[in-house]
């Protein structure tokens, strides 16, 4: 690319106490702009109260081949989900 | 122009130049929509120029009210001529290429955040809480076209050579802003606005430091055009952007749209 | 529709990889970029895509015709807004093309070099202020007919652009409604306004869908990988059918003496365009071709200092930055 702009990956947290979520991307010429632009682009409808940018080459991403190695074992470990425990009705709400 | 003797007229008269302000230049900004140096920009303008004609319809709304003829919002906007209009020269002004749009919107913007900083504190509860309102969009207004001033300033030869250019065209435009008359000496002593020229230190410094950090050179001159806040003289500019602006409305009387 | 005439690339992929790949996207699984997908699919979302996000950007422009001269701070305010959601929906779909490989500036350039199109629709003129209301209505009417099933597209990002496009979407084609409703209800000048605005814009609306399925070769591919989720004949019945009533309710006539509501089918009946001026605007020889793309082009060149203006800018800073450290 000759001179363009970085891409940014743009997360918003969108109520006070969410988490910040990935909304989209666009670019801008460093992070304050970015910051601005997302202000912009995505916030257009009071989507928010929060911005984080990352510059998108910045990010490091698990591979797809790797699902099975990554996610499977989990899958087995069905102890660590409330549900899997039978409690008394009689013990009431835990 | 007939000069304002009473308080009603001197109000009026400072409710069309602020929401004359904002609809001319709302109208200059909206007409990048589309054709912005890249598709951020032009998002951005837009909301800029969204939130001038928001404040048009609260300033012009006022001045209606207060003229207390039935006339709305629309009717100033669309059914005055010219004469009528009180909105500074600066914000008529063609918008050249993007480097003088951001430029005129910098000086402009400067200039409207310490006003509004000031009419928040207005005798007038409608006038401030205009005021307080508008003051949230217009800090972040000064904060983007004063970092793309910065950012063009300090960027390439070319960017640098056309803001400086820009900024010497648009100089002698700048001190129509803190120009006093009767009509704000009337709202002086109503403590409904400050004294213009009141506002011309804290912007100066301001503008001084932004400039400063763009690499750019305030022209050594203190000329300064005026006859847009006072009616006396518009640029040729204005009418042409009335005509199309006010062209349905004029075309097809009490119609409604 | 925004995407009208695009070719399904044939693929020439490992059978086995193929197999699975359709399988994932049977069982309604989302494809994201990192996957494994076959050429034939990623290109032929990139010119979807593209061609997508090239219509909205280009859409803005007959629009953007009217927004200096709009009657009345509100129908200002919201026309300016309408266009700047445009601009916005193509900002999403350029980066859903981004993470296909293409990077923002080489699909724009294809835009303006005309090695891709946009949609046909906005290569004719806005003439009256009615064609405003009948923008939103009749073409972004036929645009949602298109997006809201392409919300469950099979690949992931094209499939959340367009998840918040329609979100967006929606207060648009109601404000074009709204807007020549009060033309149609107005004085006979107005209605005058909307009626023609309805003459020009009917035909090249129902062109949108693209051409007839009989003509449309290409289509079963992308059906199956599930980037095109109806057929064109479909899209374009659903639209007539849902469009005649509104019309009806406005008291404007459409411009088609042989529509009629045909009892055993369910549906109307209809003329369709003239295909072989559809066939011509999408060569260049529409009303606004030439118009539009130079006006694409002067903002890109015009605006390419400012660009490097503010990367340059950006570039030093950080080296400040750096040296302070």
């Not at chain 1, 995505?42 to 699902?67: F, L, Q």
Request: hydrophobic share 40%; net charge negative.
């Amino acid at each position: 690319m000759k001179n363009e702009w970085p891409l940014w990956e743009i997360f918003i947290r969108g109520q006070h106490g969410m988490s910040h979520r990935h909304v989209g991307s666009l670019h801008a010429p460093d992070a304050e702009m970015a910051i601005k632009n997302a202000r912009d682009v995505y916030t257009r409808r009071n989507e928010g109260v929060s911005i984080w940018v990352v510059e998108a080459n910045h990010i490091s991403a698990s591979s797809p081949s790797d699902k099975g190695p990554l996610y499977e074992p989990s899958e087995s470990k069905v102890y660590r989900h409330p549900t899997f425990f039978d409690i008394p009705e009689e013990v009431g709400a835990m | 122009m007939a000069t304002p003797v009473n308080k009603e007229d001197a109000f009026s008269q400072f409710l069309l130049r602020m929401g004359d302000n904002t609809l001319i230049l709302g109208h200059r900004v909206s007409e990048w929509c589309g054709h912005a140096p890249v598709l951020e920009e032009d998002i951005a303008l837009a909301n800029t120029a969204l939130d001038l004609i928001g404040q048009t319809q609260m300033w012009l709304g006022l001045a209606a009210e207060v003229q207390g003829e039935g006339k709305s919002a629309d009717d100033l906007a669309f059914l005055r001529d010219a004469w009528d209009f009180r909105n500074v020269l600066l914000c008529e002004v063609p918008n050249g290429d993007f480097g003088r749009t951001l430029m005129r919107q910098f000086l402009f913007d400067a200039w409207h955040s310490i006003q509004l900083g000031r009419l928040m504190k207005s005798s007038d509860e409608r006038v401030a809480a205009i005021a307080e309102k508008a003051s949230k969009e217009v800090a972040y207004h000064l904060e983007r076209s004063a970092d793309t001033v910065v950012g063009l300033g300090d960027g390439t030869e070319e960017s640098h050579r056309r803001m400086q250019e820009a900024l010497d065209y648009l100089w002698p435009y700048v001190g129509e802003m803190f120009q006093s008359d009767e009509a704000d000496a009337e709202m002086v002593k109503a403590g409904i606005a400050p004294d213009p020229a009141s506002l011309r230190e804290e912007y100066d410094v301001l503008v001084s430091r932004i400039l400063g950090d763009a690499t750019l050179i305030i022209p050594d001159s203190s000329f300064a055009h005026k006859g847009g806040r006072t009616g006396a003289m518009h640029t040729e500019h204005l009418g042409h952007l009335l005509t199309q602006m006010q062209w349905l409305q004029r075309a097809y009387p009490g119609a409604k749209w | 529709m925004y995407a009208q005439m695009i070719k399904s690339e044939a693929t020439q992929d490992d059978p086995e990889k193929l197999a699975a790949f359709q399988a994932r996207i049977d069982a309604g699984e989302k494809i994201e970029p990192k996957d494994w997908m076959p050429e034939g699919y990623r290109k032929t979302l990139i010119r979807q895509i593209g061609q997508h996000a090239h219509s909205e950007i280009v859409g803005q422009l007959p629009e953007g015709n009217w927004i200096t001269r709009a009657p009345t701070l509100e129908r200002k305010a919201i026309l300016l807004a309408k266009v700047q959601d445009e601009a916005g929906h193509g900002l999403y779909l350029y980066c859903a093309a981004e993470t296909l490989g293409v990077s923002r500036d080489e699909i724009t350039e294809m835009l303006l070099d005309g090695r891709m199109k946009y949609s046909s629709i906005f290569n004719y003129p806005t003439l009256n202020w009615a064609d405003i209301g009948a923008v939103g209505w009749l073409v972004d009417g036929a645009a949602i007919m298109n997006q809201v099933p392409l919300q469950r597209t099979s690949f992931g990002p094209y499939s959340r652009a367009m998840i918040r496009i329609c979100k967006e979407e929606s207060f648009h084609q109601r404000q074009g409604y709204d807007a020549i409703r009060k033309m149609a209800e107005g004085t006979p000048e107005q209605k005058k306004m909307a009626q023609d605005a309805l003459n020009r814009l009917w035909y090249p609306s129902l062109m949108m869908f693209g051409p007839s399925d009989k003509d449309s070769v290409h289509s079963a591919q992308s059906m199956a990988w599930k980037i095109k989720m109806n057929t064109n004949d479909e899209l374009r019945q659903k639209f007539v059918d849902q469009t005649v009533p509104q019309a009806e309710y406005l008291g404007l006539t459409i411009p088609d003496p042989d529509l009629k509501w045909n009892e055993e089918r369910g549906h109307y009946d209809y003329t369709d365009p003239d295909w072989s001026e559809f066939f011509e605007v999408i060569k260049g020889n529409g009303p606004c071709n030439v118009d539009r793309l130079a006006a694409r082009n002067k903002a890109w060149d015009d605006g390419a200092w400012v660009r490097d203006g503010l990367l340059a800018h950006a570039k030093k800073k950080a080296t400040r930055q750096h040296a302070a450290e």
